[in-house]
């Protein structure tokens, strides 16, 4: 937010924010959703926070919520015409929600629709070869696969052409 000028770079950040013990993780949720509820109330249509806000919903698994704020992100941020990438990882959090529970094709209907606005959204293509799985499509599965594994090499040769893009299935295990 705010900066001029970006750099793409394939230097990898661990963050160690995320490997907390419990009493911490909780304080660290409740701190940040506070800060962000109380953001929302002086500027509730500013997609970023509810983009911020669902993020920290889906990491408690409070898939509903996720879900509401995924969609006042999308909405707020369409209406603004504020698609930059951000969002990708936007329709990423409500795809994860949806699977999460067991609303597949509209799942589908979000990696779809990150895909359409970036085709390069490795984390759709990802989640895709997830749903295609299920649904027993396998030249979908295939396919979607396919393309994962080659944006990921990609990524690995050429980070630049992704831009600010968030990716959040790159060494996932």
């Given at each position: 937010m705010g900066a001029?000028?970006?750099?793409a770079s394939a230097i990898v950040i661990y963050h160690k924010g995320y490997c907390l013990d419990a009493e911490k993780?909780?304080?660290?949720y409740l701190r940040t959703t506070i800060l962000l509820k109380n953001e929302i109330e002086k500027d509730p249509e500013n997609p970023k926070l509810h983009h911020y806000l669902a993020v920290a919903y889906l990491g408690k698994q409070l898939y509903d919520k996720a879900l509401l704020e995924c969609e006042k992100a999308l909405h707020f941020a369409?209406?603004?015409n504020q698609e930059d990438d951000l969002y990708l990882w936007t329709h990423f959090v409500?795809?994860?929600?949806?699977?999460?529970?067991?609303k597949i094709d509209d799942a589908e209907r979000l990696c779809l629709r990150a895909i359409k606005k970036n085709s390069m959204h490795l984390d759709s293509h990802y989640l895709l070869s997830s749903i295609?799985?299920?649904k027993k499509n396998e030249q979908a599965f295939i396919n979607h696969s396919d393309k994962y594994l080659s944006l990921i090499k990609l990524l690995n040769n050429d980070p630049e052409k992704?831009?600010?893009?968030?990716?959040n299935t790159?060494?996932?295990e």
């Open positions: 001029n000028y970006s750099l993780e909780e304080q660290k369409l209406n603004q409500g795809a994860v929600c949806y699977m999460n529970t067991n295609y799985y299920i992704f831009g600010l893009m968030v990716h790159v060494n996932h």
